[in-house]
């Protein structure tokens, strides 16, 4: 559920989604890279980051992005029991898991940060899953960092 | 030196010039980052741009060194390696893809494609300007490598490590070495004798630089590549030996068919184990008579059920050359093979199958759903069955029933993997680097090969155990010992930030971060393979992946956010 925040904001779109994609290069990467040769189209307002593994993505991270203003964050690894780091991907779920549960919490729609295991290795699985998360992100009200920080304050720490 | 980087961007022969504003995106570029340079090249991945990008290096001596070209699969890699080679080691050099990544998927909407390529570059700069590297000390490794088990495939692994002048210390839980061929008579599927098989892989290990440590176990293996110190226990002893690789040949362990097939409770069930101690003593001694006249052997016993999902590869095999030697001790005897499909793949195994076919060996199909019953009083009487394609019931009579059980990973393999920084299978068997590199661990120099990784015939066994051999004297040879993609990093724990948590100790895959005497946790560079666990998990942002720390990401998030164009 967006929460209070989404009832504070106007649903126009004042800017371009924002989304940036981890993808595992071991996986992930690989699908983007057969996207590209495929020349599979894409709308061009997701930003793409190659991680070693899924599994170096701090919590934090992922949260200073939603601080920040960026709409979506998309973690794409490799599908679980196919890890290049033995069981690292499981490790990762898990802690992506409880940064799900923060956004709920605190009134970002848990939506806006996609886990998927194994679901992009190929070009046009690739293109698919992103084209749902930005179509989705699309529906979503925009982050506005400013209204996050004042929303921050008001919890009267 | 100056601050000045340098961005150079490959123009791919002017076929992107559709898609990317070359002036737009080097107008974002510069305003973002004022001391950049921006050059451009036509196609960087040919030699003589490589010329022009070493000449523009000199001429603006940058302190980074960003290429913008194509996907690292495509000619990215292996340009960013020619650069390496040409640059100086105090630049730091990253690849960014603007090709497969940017212009080829977003051909409809140029000045999106040209706001995002900008966006790429400067996010390649931002990671530059957090980039540290850490240099490797690595000593000689020890030339010495353990093999631990004296099965088939430690057997051979020792004689190839032997040949290639490297000492060996072979390790065997039993008195005698040899394994699961001591309890077999025959090898399928050319029937050879296995005490003549035996003896010409024990001829292999009668070598000076061969130590054979019998009754002796491997309680803990620890150390980095190159300088494990293993942990061997030989009759309460304990005794550490330093070694420079470690092959894992433990093998599997027979499944026995408790509580199935009234196995233990009629006399005449056995299991196929105990029907090749029996054959083996009845070949020896051809007096004593075979006084049986039917046997029926029930395959898939305890195997591709849901405690064991698995085949267990070598079960029909077997069964197949069994019946053949009932047949030849006894021609009349009525043999018959009640199986879920016979698994006998590649030629030689079709050929047995034949054999066994064309000898008169009956075989029935049936469905796991309506298994086999097995009948008598005291002794095995008859077994019935339905016929899975006829749906024909039948009652065959047998003296003999043969339950071909499945090999099951041996519990003791569990901890020896989590030292090693290997992974077991849901069914407890170990794994390499599926599918490229199966025998290697994903810790170099260590190496893996025969029924540990998956129940295997004898003269598979012994391949992969010379293959074993093999990989690790590549590696102990100085070749090979990072199997890690090259620009990805290694992690490491900045000792004063440490608090002690241990949080990285328990998540590393593969036993790189340890207990420091001071109470914080140090990673070995040579187990690690740069996952960045630690630093996820690290809740002072002590462990970090100097290459690419969080810091580096952060920066490239914060490179988007704060984005002008659309």
Avoid at chain 2, 273 to 302: G, N
Avoid at chain 2, 394 to 420: E, I
Wanted: hydrophobic share 40%.
């Amino acid at each position: 559920m967006t929460g209070s925040y989404s009832s504070s904001q106007s649903l126009t779109r004042e800017r371009p989604v924002r989304a940036i994609l981890f993808a595992c290069r071991w996986c992930a990467l690989l699908g983007a890279d057969r996207a590209g040769r495929e020349r599979l189209d894409l709308p061009a307002s997701f930003r793409l980051i190659p991680v070693e593994c899924a599994a170096g993505i701090e919590p934090d991270l992922v949260l200073r992005a939603f601080a920040d203003g960026i709409d979506g964050v998309a973690v794409l690894g490799c599908h679980l029991g196919g890890c290049r780091y033995n069981e690292a991907n499981r490790s990762a779920r898990l802690r992506l898991f409880m940064v799900r549960d923060l956004l709920d919490i605190i009134g970002l729609d848990a939506g806006r940060l996609l886990l998927s295991w194994g679901t992009a290795h190929e070009g046009f699985q690739f293109v698919a899953q992103v084209r749902r998360f930005l179509h989705k992100l699309e529906a979503l009200p925009v982050v506005d960092p400013d209204l996050l920080q004042q929303r921050e304050k008001s919890y009267g720490r | 030196m100056s601050g000045v980087s340098l961005a150079i961007l490959c123009t791919c022969r002017d076929t992107l010039k559709g898609t990317l504003h070359w002036r737009t995106i080097e107008q974002e570029i510069k305003a973002r980052r004022p001391m950049t340079h921006v050059g451009y090249l036509p196609s960087l991945c040919l030699y003589e741009d490589l010329d022009r990008v070493k000449s523009l290096v000199e001429q603006e001596r940058p302190r980074a060194l960003l290429i913008g070209a194509c996907s690292p699969f495509a000619k990215g890699r292996a340009v960013l390696d020619k650069l390496m080679t040409v640059c100086e080691a105090s630049i730091s050099v990253t690849l960014v893809d603007l090709r497969e990544g940017c212009a080829w998927i977003h051909t409809g909407d140029p000045r999106g494609a040209s706001a995002k390529a900008a966006d790429i570059v400067c996010m390649g700069l931002a990671e530059l300007e957090h980039r540290q590297s850490v240099r490797l000390e690595r000593s000689a490794p020890e030339q010495r490598v353990l093999v631990v088990g004296a099965g088939p495939a430690g057997l051979a692994a020792s004689e190839i490590l032997a040949r290639l002048g490297l000492e060996v210390v072979l390790a065997e839980r039993l008195e005698r070495p040899g394994g699961l061929l001591n309890q077999i008579g025959k090898l399928f599927p050319q029937n050879v004798s296995s005490e003549e098989f035996l003896g010409s892989l024990l001829k292999g290990i009668d070598h000076p630089a061969t130590t054979f440590l019998p009754q002796t176990t491997v309680s803990r293996i620890d150390g980095d590549p190159g300088k494990f110190i293993a942990h061997l226990s030989r009759s309460g002893d304990e005794e550490s030996l330093t070694v420079g690789a470690v092959i894992l040949a433990c093998g599997a362990l027979p499944v026995f068919p408790e509580g199935l097939f009234r196995f233990r409770a009629l006399a005449g069930v056995i299991s196929q184990m105990e029907l090749e101690t029996k054959l083996k003593k009845l070949e020896a001694d051809r007096t004593s008579p075979l006084e049986i006249t039917s046997a029926v052997f029930i395959q898939c016993v305890a195997a591709r059920d849901e405690v064991r999902p698995y085949c267990s590869t070598i079960c029909c095999p077997t069964a197949l050359k069994n019946a053949l030697r009932l047949k030849t001790l006894k021609p009349d005897l009525v043999v018959t093979i009640l199986h879920r499909g016979i698994m006998a793949p590649g030629k030689a195994l079709e050929e047995l199958y034949r054999h066994a076919m064309a000898s008169g060996v009956f075989f029935h199909l049936y469905d796991p759903a309506e298994p086999p019953e097995v009948a008598g009083r005291e002794r095995a009487e008859s077994v019935s069955l339905i016929d899975a394609l006829s749906g024909r019931r039948f009652v065959f009579t047998a003296d003999l029933v043969v339950l071909s059980t499945p090999l099951k990973p041996r519990p003791g393999v569990a901890g020896l993997a989590r030292d090693l920084g290997m992974r077991l299978d849901p069914m407890g068997f170990a794994c390499g680097r599926e599918p490229m590199q199966p025998l290697a661990a994903p810790v170099p120099g260590v190496y893996l090969c025969g029924a540990v990784r998956w129940p295997v015939p004898v003269h598979e066994a012994v391949d992969q155990g010379r293959a074993a051999a093999v990989k690790a004297a590549v590696f102990l040879n100085g070749g090979n010992t990072d199997r890690k993609a090259p620009g990805a990093g290694k992690a490491m724990v900045l000792s004063e930030a440490c608090g002690g948590c241990g949080w990285c100790i328990a998540v590393c895959p593969y036993g790189a971060c340890r207990r420091a005497e001071d109470g914080t946790s140090v990673i070995s560079p040579l187990r690690c393979q740069g996952c960045g666990l630690c630093a996820a998990v690290c809740p002072s942002g002590a462990a970090r992946l100097p290459e690419r720390s969080s810091a580096a990401l952060r920066a490239m998030v914060r490179e988007i956010a704060q984005r002008s164009l659309p």
